[in-house]
Nanobody, 125 residues
């Protein structure tokens, strides 16, 4: 099991940027594929981005391609989500998640077995 703590959320105007961080502890971080998911008010939690344990592979939901970048620093046991050109529809609680996966990426929420507590991102118009 790995413990995850997100940070970096906040209030930003449309067109602005935020960088989310997710610090991991309790496991061999590079063995884990990491994912970012988000849940808007009244909606289900949705996939946003994922990165393989070795950092070589990434995948994004279409709505954030070209605006968001997922990255990781295995020496710091941290995964990041750089969010640029934010839109009001990006408003949600953002969660990071982990599952075993050194060389693969995973988009399905149910395959992740470690979750952070979430961080709120609010984009004003």
């Amino acid at each position: 099991q790995v413990q995850l703590v997100e940070s970096g959320g906040g209030l930003v105007q449309a067109g602005g940027s935020l960088r989310l961080s997710c610090a991991a502890s309790g496991g061999s971080f590079s063995r884990y594929a990491m994912g970012w998911f988000r849940q808007a008010p009244g909606k289900e939690r949705d996939f946003v981005a994922t990165i393989s344990g070795n950092g070589l592979w990434t995948y994004y939901v279409d709505s954030v391609k070209g605006r968001f970048t997922i990255s990781r620093d295995n020496a710091k046991n941290t995964v990041y989500l750089q969010m640029n050109s934010l839109k009001p529809e990006d408003t949600a609680v953002y969660y990071c998640a982990a599952r075993p996966g050194y060389g693969n990426v995973y988009v399905t929420e149910s395959t992740y077995d470690n979750w952070g507590q979430g961080t709120q991102v609010t984009v004003s118009s």
